[in-house]
């Protein structure tokens, strides 16, 4: 550790900036808290010219959505030979593709809801699914243009089809899945553990509920019967290594339990890149693991690698 020299990368240019700003420039506070070198990299289209001169030990990667967690700047960093924390190329841009990362996930016997992908144009004024269900961009993150559509609704929400829509064309319907949202941590090879979210004042863990202060409630570890948190910690490792991910990933869950103990689970996606302020999913359930903020980043930096 001594004298290494961490870029830790931040902001950067997808709607999720501002996330990616709070999570940066938390994780570049406390890598020099615990002794590092650090230099926060604002990203632009320059990233690889401004990497290339300042040639870190490590690039710690706290960008979020498109370009930051699709394979793309994993990309840039193998060709410039800086290892680095969290997925590689190909993980990130399977994890990302919200249609390959429920095939995926399918494969290997992970439960997900029934679903499938259209392009936004081809919305009419007749529902695509039996509502209750979701509407989703394909290659989005952090819930931006997510769309719930009640049971009594009767078209899809016009918003879908109008020049105001920002998040693309490619969208995945899905059936909605009522019930509880859990989440669960992966560090290297160990599931860290589960965490109920209550959203507060919301109807669902939007972006409000997630980055807002108040928006939400967090119960660390859930209180769900011993076998149902099992099996969420065996789903979210088997996630993580049918992936092929690194580093640290929270895989999302939803359990509805109103009609049995045993319940309906099912598994949303999984996050390459989570939120990494100290009150964030992630820190909070590793704490509760044995882990402090500065122990969990410095294991992320010393397990920084190319080729992942």
Partial sequence: MPNKHVAVLLGGFSSERPVSLDSGNACADELEKVGYRVTRVDVDRNVAQTLADLKPDVAFNALHGPFGEDGTIQGILEYLEIPYTHSGVLATALAMDKEMSKRLAKTHGIPVAESKVMDRHAFTSKHPMQPPYVVKPVSEGSSFGVVIVQADQAHPPQIITSDEWAY???????????????????????????????????????????????????????????????????????????????????????????????????WLEINTQPGMTATSLVPEIALHAGHSFGELLEWMVEDATCMR
């Fill in 168 to 266: 693309g064309d490619r969208l995945m319907v899905e059936r909605y899945i009522h019930g509880r949202e859990l989440t669960c941590a992966v560090m290297g090879d160990v599931a860290l553990g589960v965490t109920e979210i209550i959203p507060v004042g919301h109807q669902f863990y939007d972006y409000d509920s997630k980055y807002v202060s108040g928006g939400s409630k967090h119960v660390c570890p859930a209180e769900i019967s011993p076998n149902i948190y099992q099996t969420i910690t065996k789903l979210a490792l088997k996630a993580h290594q049918a992936f092929g991910c690194r580093g640290v990933t929270r895989s999302d869950f939803r359990y509805d339990d109103r009609f049995s103990a045993d319940g309906e689970l099912i």
